[in-house]
């Protein structure tokens, strides 16, 4: 199995619109002004040469490299051009293709030379779209992903059961898709701070820490093992979210209110083209200067858009009066497909 990953994949877009910006530092982000408050989508290489990176502000990043040139996000272009990589991927004969964002999908192939099979994806990639590509092979999933970190920018790279300890066993466990800067530091306070650690540990070991699934799931990540199969069934949103950093933080319980009604307005919208009940939503705030909680609430199952907007007007109540608030996010979950095999009968009645 393939992993394909688009290089500097916003960048690489504005780039191609852009012919003139070629070979230097871009970076994509909000609106494109770092006077306001955002953050960076993506950032060329030339840029990452500086240390900017996804998440940071703009701001930061504006600072870093004066001379970069700034853009404001196009979303609208990059599906675009993502929709045109995966219909390459899909174009090729025999494989079978997993979509696992705009930028990066699975790739499952029947072949003897992998790697051949690897640059002539990137090859058909790079004549139909101009972009280009890295690619991780492994035999399986999490290979494949991890892989191709190895194999950037434009490379492809191999990952395997023989060579997984051998180049991933000195390396510490946030290097493992799937483990963040928390879990991480949680492993290292169980002693386990490589990935050879992790791979060497009984999974029972974890259950105290992380619970009877997340436990042995982390330590089967530090063998590189898990699914074997790309699964090319459509993705379906379990929910929807919308956030919004303000330019000047909100103290007026009145704005607040303002605000959480209309992030939950963009929010139904994107609900009801589903047509899935809501039985779930998370208020997430972020309090200047940089200060991040969530609430949240289970309801039953509901296509009725007064309930939910209520029920996030509920959790409004929860935000520190007068705090300043600088970041509202909105998520609304939803019942599964599956659900109504179980008892749940998802309708369009009220949206």
């Not at 989508?41 to 490299?65: D, F, N």
């Not at 790697?115 to 101009?130: G, I, N, S, Y």
Request: aromatic share 6%; charged share 25%; with cysteine.
């Amino acid at each position: 199995m393939l992993h394909v990953d688009l290089d500097q994949f916003i960048a690489a877009v504005e780039v191609l619109r852009r012919p003139e910006l070629a070979g230097r530092p871009v970076i994509v982000g909000g609106r494109g002004d770092p006077a306001e408050r955002a953050v960076v989508s993506t950032a060329s290489y030339e840029a990452r040469a500086y240390g900017v990176g996804s998440g940071m502000p703009l701001r930061i990043a504006a600072r870093k490299v004066p001379d970069a040139v700034i853009l404001p996000v196009d979303q609208e272009a990059y599906l675009e051009a993502s929709e045109k990589v995966m219909a390459v991927l899909r174009s090729q004969a025999g494989a079978t293709v997993q979509v696992l964002g705009w930028d990066e999908a699975f790739v499952g192939i029947e072949s003897t030379d992998p790697e051949a099979w690897a640059r002539q994806l990137q090859q058909a990639v790079l004549a139909e779209t101009r972009l280009h590509c890295s690619i991780g092979i492994g035999d399986t999933l999490v290979r494949a992903k991890v892989a191709t970190g190895f194999g950037k920018p434009a490379g492809i790279f191999r990952l395997t059961k023989g060579n997984w300890l051998d180049v991933m066993g000195d390396r510490p466990t946030i290097d493992l898709w799937g483990v963040g800067t928390k879990v991480s530091q949680r492993l290292a306070s169980l002693g386990i701070k490589s990935v050879a650690a992790l791979a060497a540990v009984d999974p029972n070991d974890l259950v105290p820490e992380f619970g009877p699934k997340m436990g042995p799931w982390y330590a089967q990540l530090g063998r590189g093992d898990g699914a074997r199969v790309v699964d090319d069934t459509p993705w379906v949103a379990r929910g929807h979210s919308r956030e919004t950093t303000f330019q000047h933080d909100l103290t007026d319980a009145a704005e607040i209110d303002d605000a959480v009604r209309e992030l939950a307005a963009r929010v139904l919208e994107d609900v009801a083209a589903e047509g899935r009940p809501v039985v779930g939503l998370t208020l997430k705030v972020r309090y200047a200067p940089f200060s991040t909680t969530t609430f949240g609430r289970k309801i039953p199952a509901t296509p009725d858009p007064a309930v939910v907007l209520a029920t996030a007007l509920d959790l409004v109540s929860k935000i520190e009066p007068g705090r300043p608030v600088r970041l509202l996010g909105l998520r609304a979950e939803m019942t599964m497909p599956e659900d109504s095999r179980k008892g749940h009968t998802p309708t369009r009645s009220g949206w």
